[in-house]
């Protein structure tokens, strides 16, 4: 399928890999069709793009590559609601925000994006109990990640 974006451009992402948000994600609720984007220059960073607005495109990223022992409680609604069976199906995504200053970037893992692999279906938690941040800062793990992998984040560069 041809997805036209605003941040890319036209795009080709598989139909049945497409996220369907029940109600939508928080600020967003009309909004529940979203495909994730890979692009190996912005890795680790991933884009979760709206298939229905093409305006709509959030950076995201793998929350475990933010804090390796990140971890929580999916209550059962929510793991009915997102047709869970085991941990292998599970994808946790943390929403970014980019300032003007790329070294203060930061991640919102007091409201991950939980994904059902096998299913496709999504939601946002929000987290009870204040235990983690809604501005983690995550530049310096980013780096690290990079440096380790040889990855190339874009714009994300360290003078030698």
Known sequence: MQLETVRFG?????????LVFGDGLPGLEEYSKFA???????????????????????????SFVVLPDYS??????DV??????????LHV??????PESIEGMTANLAAPIVINKATNKAKQ???????YNVRYPVFANILK????????????????
């Open 80 to 89: 009915g609601e997102l047709e869970l069976t085991n941990p292998e199906e």
């Open 145 to 160: 990640l990079i440096k380790e992998e040889g990855a190339d984040a874009g714009t994300v560069k360290e003078d030698k």
């Open 10 to 18: 036209q795009v080709d992402i598989d139909e049945s890999k497409i």
């Open 125 to 131: 938690i929000i987290l009870s109990g204040g235990e």
């Open 36 to 62: 994730i984007i890979k692009l190996d220059e912005s890795y680790p960073i991933v884009w979760l793009q709206s298939v229905e607005e093409m305006e709509i495109c959030l950076p995201v990223i793998d």
């Open 93 to 98: 995504l943390s929403v970014l925000v980019v």
């Open 72 to 77: 929580f409680d999916i209550g059962d609604e």
